[in-house]
C-alpha cells in the first residue's frame, strides 16, 4: 500500500502556469511508473503524462510541449509543471502510481486535486 497526496491545484487563467506535487507515503522507486491523469465532469479518467522508473517521460499528446512530468526519488514526491494553460485543462487531476505483476496493473490513486483554468 502508499498513500499519494496531490497539492498545488488551484484557480489560473488562461496562458498561466501551476505546478502540481504528489507526494508518497515510501520510495517511489518501487513503482514501475508514476503519473497524473485528470477527469472533467463528464468524462472518463485520462492519461496526462507518466514517468517511468528509469525516468522515461510520456505524454498525451493535448499536453506535449507545455507540460513537464519529473521525479525525485530522494524526496518520493513527483511533478507535473504545467505552462500554458488552456481552458480545456479544466480538471480534477489524479496521482497515480503503477506496478506492473505477470501482466497486470496494479494502479494506486491519490484523492485528486483541482485545476481550474479561466478564459
Same mark, same amino acid.
Given at each position: ?16 502556469? =501551476?505546478? =502540481?506535487?504528489? &507526494?508518497? @507515503?515510501?520510495?517511489? *522507486? ?16 485520462? =492519461? +496526462?503524462? &507518466?514517468?517511468?522508473?528509469?525516468? @522515461? ?9 507545455? *507540460? ?9 514526491? +513527483? ?12 480538471? +480534477? ?7 506492473? =505483476? *505477470? ?11 483541482? +485545476?481550474?483554468?479561466?478564459?
Amino acid at each position: 500500500q502508499v498513500q499519494l497526496v496531490e497539492s498545488g491545484g488551484g484557480l489560473v487563467q488562461a496562458g498561466g502556469s =501551476l505546478r =502540481l506535487s504528489c &507526494a508518497a @507515503s515510501r520510495s517511489i *522507486f518501487s513503482f514501475n511508473a508514476m503519473g497524473w491523469y485528470r477527469q472533467a465532469p463528464g468524462q472518463q479518467r485520462e =492519461l +496526462v503524462a &507518466a514517468v517511468t522508473r528509469d525516468g @522515461s517521460p510520456n505524454y498525451a499528446d493535448s499536453v506535449k510541449g507545455r *507540460f513537464t512530468i519529473s521525479r525525485d526519488n530522494a524526496k518520493n514526491t +513527483v511533478y507535473l509543471q504545467m505552462n500554458s494553460l488552456k481552458p480545456e485543462d479544466t480538471a +480534477v487531476y489524479y496521482c497515480n502510481a503503477k506496478n506492473m =505483476l *505477470f501482466g497486470s496493473s496494479y494502479d494506486y490513486w491519490g484523492q485528486g486535486t483541482q +485545476v481550474t483554468v479561466s478564459s
